[in-house]
């Protein structure tokens, strides 16, 4: 699930470079959807009104992974190349009010695997992880080796090289867990 993004937009033909990784979610539910906002860091405060999206749908039942309450799917964007800034989350009708920026580098010719990015609202396991009392959040871990399979799957994909996001730059809304 991808929007906004028509202005950085980029094919690799084109000079442009790739994000890649997986999206998903623990919550339970259908007919909802959760979004990751980004945009390029030129616009700094504007950046807001320059945003654009990448997520994951529970309306599609073609997840690549369907594991208990997991449900998730790689996604790839090609980009223009620059620096980028995460700078919010939205899920079912809430949206990040903190401002935040966790930044990622767009590389012309390469694919940058960003993580797997699991939308949690289980409040013990996001607290024990990170230490945040927030119910929604979204939890980064490096999955490379089994999310590669999925990515590759992708049109026109080319081998990612992992640069996983800095969740300590998202907090309180992403989080890392050192017990997994």
């Known amino acids: 699930d991808f929007g ?29 959807n959760t979004l990751v906002n980004f945009a390029a860091q030129r616009y ?9 999206y990448f997520g994951f749908t529970t309306l599609n039942k073609n997840h690549d992974i369907i594991d208990g309450p997991l449900r998730a799917s790689a996604f790839m964007m090609c980009l223009e190349p620059g620096d980028y800034d995460i ?30 990015l699991l939308f949690s609202q289980d409040l013990v396991h996001n607290l024990s992880c990170s230490g945040l009392p927030d119910q929604f959040a979204v939890e980064i ?9 999925f990515i590759m799957k992708r ?15 998202g907090a309180p809304y992403f989080f890392s867990c050192q017990n997994r």
């Open 4 to 32: 906004g993004f028509g202005k950085y937009k980029r094919s690799l033909a084109d000079g442009g470079g790739c994000i890649s990784g997986m999206i998903g979610t623990t919550i339970p539910g259908k007919n909802f």
């Open 44 to 52: 700094a405060e504007k950046a807001e009104f320059n945003k654009a």
């Open 87 to 116: 700078i919010g989350i939205e899920l079912k009708q809430m949206t990040s009010k903190i401002p935040i920026r966790m930044p990622f580098t767009v590389i012309a010719g390469k694919n940058i695997y960003l993580g797997r």
């Open 141 to 149: 871990q490096n999955t490379f080796d089994s999310d590669l399979p």
């Open 155 to 169: 049109k026109g994909a080319i081998t990612p090289e992992p640069q996983i996001l800095d969740a300590m730059q």
